[in-house]
């Protein structure tokens, strides 16, 4: 079970007509670094296009660019990021970061990270992993140039979080998953149902730590670039039923995520969540969770 | 600590640091705040401000404290457009492209480079004095921004 028919005819079941999608290129201004009038306008003096992103505070699309923009003296000083745009919806959905001890559970190559350390205003404390050690370098050059100041970075699995001994008030879920055609041209050819189930499985146990370390009153943001409901709606049905979980209302770019995944009529709630289709942006999913409150 | 405190007088500056807040993690050393001191244990990889690292008795700064250094009164040179981006490419300086000079302009001295809008590129090693009518370059390129392009290779 592969190939683009395949996924394809899934997608169509979803509700959504395959098509095929540029990617755009998109920055994020680190507001904390720099004012976003003073950087639009250094920007638009080196002959770089922006395109204001409708439904992102920070976000600009380049529409033209004479070179690349990973390579301006504004990028070096960490005035902006390049972050594509649907990759900057999650880190948007928590509430009153500001203060906040954070879990960013997978956390390399770091575009989050520094997002949340924007909107942190550099208060509070991250808490950063990631599994892969080679990931981590390049996961502390973001810091260092984005000037990051509240972040302690560890090698560790995410499914570990609980030895830190840590209770979180925010965690960000932005879990490795099946990613999706729109950033990867080989996607049909190299991906098949069951890597997408082995991507679930690890989320789900990824989804059980973080609900082990989240303070009563806490939010998880879950977040794939997957658009396989196995990643998505189905793990989400599945926290909602197994972790305490509940799915908070958020209000972003996106549609409402699909109750009935395959004839599964899955958890009412699970509708709060968003699902993006490609199309201004690559494909994505997100939502925010909240612990259950106890009833007596 | 010394070997920090070493490099940055020689740019002519003083910066208190918090020698409580300094942690060494191998040859690396990182400036916490005390909501990091208190959640820190010690098999972390990265922390707070990274202030540079030691190799071989040398220290090698990193640019958040060249920022840091940059804020108080010390060694600069600010530098042109054009210049900034040959500076960050690599380049030394000529004179040609220096604006302004403030504290040492001593032969041997370190000093920073700052472009127009007072943002640290980097630093470097003063050659001649900038006011010396001489052709050539004037201040050698030790470290620039422009590294975090040539880490990434």
């Known amino acids: ?296 | 600590m010394r070997q920090i405190n070493d490099f940055v007088s020689r740019l002519g500056a003083r910066i208190n640091l918090d020698k409580n807040l300094v942690v060494k993690k191998q040859n690396r050393y990182f400036l916490l705040n005390k909501n990091l001191k208190r959640l820190i244990s010690k098999d972390f990889f990265y922390a707070g401000v990274y202030l540079g690292k030691t190799k071989s008795g040398r220290f090698f700064p990193s640019f958040n404290l060249l920022r840091m250094i940059a804020e108080e009164k010390s060694n600069k040179i600010i530098v042109d457009g054009k210049t900034e981006w040959l500076f960050i490419c690599g380049r030394d300086l000529f004179k040609q492209g220096i604006i302004n000079v403030r504290g040492s302009k001593g032969k041997g001295d370190h000093t920073l480079i700052l472009n127009r809008h007072g943002e640290c590129l980097g630093f470097g090693k003063i050659l001649c004095s900038p006011d010396r009518e001489k052709e050539g370059v004037v201040v050698k390129n030790i470290s620039d921004i422009g590294d975090f392009l040539r880490r990434e290779k």
């Open chain 1, 1 to 296: 079970m592969s190939g683009k028919e395949f996924f394809v005819s899934r997608y169509e079941e979803l509700g959504w007509k395959y098509e095929d999608v540029e990617q755009k290129q998109a920055i994020r201004i680190n507001s904390v670094n720099a004012r976003k009038a003073d950087v639009a306008k250094r920007l638009e003096s080196l002959w770089i296009e922006l395109e204001k992103i409708p439904f992102l505070e920070d976000g600009y699309w380049i529409r033209k660019s004479e070179f690349s923009v990973g390579a301006t003296s504004e990028y070096l000083l960490g005035l902006y990021s390049i972050q594509e745009a649907a990759a900057q919806i999650p880190v948007t959905l928590f509430t009153g970061l500001k203060d906040k001890i954070v879990l960013d559970a997978c956390a390399a190559p770091g575009g989050k990270t520094v997002q949340l350390a924007d909107l942190m205003q550099n208060t509070g404390v991250i808490i950063a992993l990631d599994v892969k050690k080679r990931r981590l370098i390049a996961l502390s050059n973001q810091l260092e140039r984005c000037r990051v100041r509240n972040a302690i970075v560890y090698h560790m699995d995410a499914r570990q979080a609980s030895q830190l001994k840590i209770k979180f008030d925010r965690i960000l879920l932005d879990v490795p998953c099946s990613g999706n055609f729109v950033t990867d041209k080989d996607w049909f050819n190299k991906r098949t149902i069951k890597d997408v189930k082995k991507n679930a499985k690890l989320q789900r146990e990824i989804l059980t730590e973080a609900a082990k370390v989240l303070k009563d009153d806490g939010e998880i943001v879950y977040a794939t670039c997957s658009l396989e409901p196995e990643e998505d709606e189905l793990n989400i049905d599945w926290a909602v039923k197994n972790l305490n979980l509940q799915v908070e209302k958020i209000s972003c770019y996106g549609e409402k995520a699909s109750t009935n995944i395959f004839g599964k009529q899955l958890d009412n709630s699970v509708e709060n969540c968003r699902r993006i289709w490609p199309r201004q942006t690559q494909g994505f999913f997100a939502c925010k969770l909240k612990k259950r409150a106890c009833t007596q």
